[in-house]
């Protein structure tokens, strides 16, 4: 029999919630759950870090519903998270946890039918999980619905969402919110803004940032591993390792990140036509496609997805057993966040970066912010050398065929299209976006309003 401290009910949580985390696997607390749930239950704001794969969602998700069964209305609370995939996963744990109150939620994520959300929101659902840009767009666009009466506001991935990329839309989303209301601050890594953030909170704001005795960034069940490559042989390198790693692993998925758009629907075209049955996910694809290809991923359909950085926070997955670092992210946090998608929730896992010479100082960069070496994993580099010509063909092949579709210029125009229907000149974004990127952090001011 487990020791009372490790029950959720110790927690001072509803029976009906603790028997819907049994029911779906979930016993004992994680230590970010233990420490933030009863001071949110009490009515504190909260900040929390804790490395990936610690049971944040679960975290903020459990005292919302709680406090949500005590006094049900709509909308009750709004949950803020930086991609897609992230919001539709919160989306469902939510679902999966309500299901005896009949919680009503909705997500609210661009590339969706606005009209068909602006229903949704209309109707008042007890939770709102939204990526910032859509829902800003509502608030711009709509008086439908209104989130004055809010009782929580969680930001997930609060790094990230406070950086400043998304300082336009967390302004608009600020000012639609109530002055009383419980903050959620919830990360992997704390940055400048959050630490900023800790500094000037008031003194009711609880902060609860996970102690390692360590001293790492990434978990201890996580193998962390490097394969040397010339700069020319990255892709044949990449097709052999994972040759390699499945001699060994026939079992568990595959997650393999790059850096742009283009070069994950090459090497996922470039994959198939060598025979590695896989899907894609990129922000360049319709909202559907990334769904259907999520799906897939998930349900074990498919056991390779090629990513950018869209799928690298928050995603869990229990299935996937490598991360492989196709292209080394230029953030050593963001390398943190990607190699977090496996080795989650004390199971173990590989991850494994492809070094050219000219990665070598990005790699010591993120060897001092993880606190940890890389070891090196072996490949054949005379296999590298058989399969070289065959991999670059099909990579050729791959680029004739989309310059041959006008794939990403047909992407490009439908996206200039949609933003002209919503009555926006698709130029004057752009060069929006880029004053935004080159912009400093300018987020504590907003942070401290958004607290009251």
């Given at each position: 029999?487990?020791n009372?401290?490790?029950?959720?009910?110790?927690?001072?949580?509803?029976?009906?919630?603790?028997?819907?985390?049994?029911?779906?696997?979930?016993?004992?607390?994680?230590?970010i759950?233990?420490?933030?749930?009863p001071?949110?239950?009490?009515?504190?704001?909260?900040?929390?870090?804790?490395?990936?794969?610690?049971?944040k969602?679960?975290?903020f998700?459990?005292?919302i519903?709680?406090?949500?069964?005590?006094?049900?209305?709509?909308?009750?609370?709004?949950?803020l998270?930086?991609s897609?995939?992230?919001a539709?996963?919160?989306g469902?744990?939510?679902?999966a946890i309500?299901?005896?109150?009949?919680?009503?939620?909705?997500?609210?994520?661009?590339?969706?039918?606005?009209?068909?959300?602006?229903?949704?929101?209309?109707?008042?659902?007890?939770?709102?999980v939204?990526?910032?840009?859509?829902?800003a767009?509502?608030?711009?666009?709509?008086?439908?619905?209104s989130?004055?009466?809010?009782?929580?506001?969680?930001?997930?991935?609060?790094?990230?969402?406070?950086?400043?990329?998304f300082?336009?839309?967390?302004q608009t989303?600020?000012?639609?919110?109530?002055?009383?209301?419980?903050?959620?601050?919830f990360?992997?890594?704390?940055?400048?803004t959050?630490?900023?953030?800790?500094?000037?909170?008031?003194?009711?704001?609880?902060?609860?940032?996970?102690q390692?005795?360590?001293?790492?960034?990434?978990?201890?069940?996580?193998?962390?591993?490097?394969?040397?490559?010339?700069?020319?042989a990255?892709?044949?390198?990449?097709?052999?390792?994972?040759?390699?790693?499945?001699?060994?692993?026939?079992?568990?998925?595959?997650?393999?990140?790059t850096?742009?758009c283009?070069r994950?629907?090459?090497?996922?075209?470039?994959?198939?036509?060598i025979?590695?049955?896989?899907?894609?996910?990129?922000?360049?694809?319709k909202?559907?496609?990334?769904?259907?290809?999520?799906?897939?991923?998930?349900?074990?359909?498919?056991?390779?997805?090629?990513?950018?950085?869209?799928a690298?926070?928050?995603?869990?997955?229990?299935?996937?057993k490598?991360?492989?670092?196709?292209?080394?992210?230029?953030?050593?946090?963001?390398?943190?966040?990607?190699v977090?998608?496996?080795?989650?929730?004390?199971?173990?896992?590989?991850?494994?970066?492809?070094?050219?010479?000219?990665?070598?100082?990005?790699?010591?960069?993120?060897?001092?912010?993880?606190?940890?070496?890389?070891?090196?994993?072996k490949?054949?580099?005379?296999?590298?050398?058989?399969?070289?010509?065959?991999?670059?063909?099909?990579?050729?092949?791959?680029?004739?065929?989309?310059?041959?579709?006008?794939y990403?210029?047909?992407?490009?125009?439908?996206?200039?299209?949609?933003?002209?229907?919503?009555g926006?000149?698709?130029?004057?974004?752009?060069?929006?976006?880029?004053?935004?990127?080159?912009?400093?952090?300018?987020?504590?001011?907003?942070?401290?309003?958004?607290l009251?």
């Open positions: 029999m487990s009372s401290d490790d029950t959720f009910a110790q927690l001072q949580l509803n029976s009906w919630i603790v028997a819907q985390c049994k029911s779906i696997g979930i016993s004992t607390p994680t230590p759950q233990k420490n933030c749930i001071r949110i239950l009490a009515g504190d704001d909260c900040i929390g870090c804790a490395k990936t794969g610690s049971g969602t679960l975290a998700a459990l005292p519903l709680q406090v949500l069964c005590d006094d049900p209305y709509g909308i009750f609370a709004l949950v998270t930086p897609r995939e992230l539709f996963q919160i469902d744990q939510f679902a309500g299901k005896p109150i009949n919680l009503k939620k909705c997500v609210i994520v661009g590339g969706m039918d606005m009209v068909a959300q602006a229903q949704e929101l209309a109707k008042s659902p007890h939770i709102v939204a990526t910032p840009g859509r829902l767009d509502h608030l711009e666009s709509s008086d439908s619905f989130l004055k009466r809010i009782k929580f506001l969680v930001v997930d991935e609060a790094d990230r969402l406070l950086g400043g990329e300082d336009g839309q967390m989303i600020f000012q639609a919110l109530p002055k009383n209301k419980q903050s959620l601050f990360s992997a890594t704390i940055t400048d959050l630490n900023e953030l800790k500094r000037i909170a008031s003194k009711k704001v609880f902060t609860w940032e996970a390692d005795d360590t001293g790492l960034a990434t978990v201890k069940q996580l193998d962390q591993r490097y394969v040397l490559s010339s700069a020319d990255r892709d044949a390198t990449l097709v052999e390792t994972v040759r390699t790693y499945r001699d060994n692993n026939n079992d568990g998925s595959i997650v393999i990140f850096d742009t283009k994950c629907q090459l090497l996922s075209m470039m994959l198939t036509e025979g590695f049955t896989n899907v894609a996910l990129h922000s360049i694809l909202q559907k496609e990334r769904t259907a290809a999520l799906a897939k991923f998930k349900s074990n359909l498919v056991k390779i997805l090629i990513a950018t950085n869209v690298a926070r928050g995603l869990d997955i229990p299935t996937v490598l991360i492989i670092n196709h292209v080394l992210p230029n953030i050593p946090k963001e390398y943190i966040h990607r977090g998608r496996t080795a989650r929730s004390g199971r173990e896992g590989m991850a494994i970066s492809i070094i050219t010479p000219c990665d070598v100082k990005l790699l010591q960069e993120i060897e001092n912010t993880i606190g940890t070496k890389l070891t090196e994993y490949v054949n580099d005379n296999e590298v050398v058989k399969i070289f010509t065959q991999v670059s063909i099909a990579k050729r092949e791959a680029e004739l065929h989309l310059d041959e579709t006008d990403f210029e047909k992407k490009i125009m439908y996206k200039r299209k949609k933003l002209i229907m919503e926006k000149d698709p130029d004057e974004v752009e060069i929006l976006l880029s004053k935004k990127k080159r912009k400093k952090k300018k987020s504590e001011a907003v942070i401290v309003r958004s009251g």
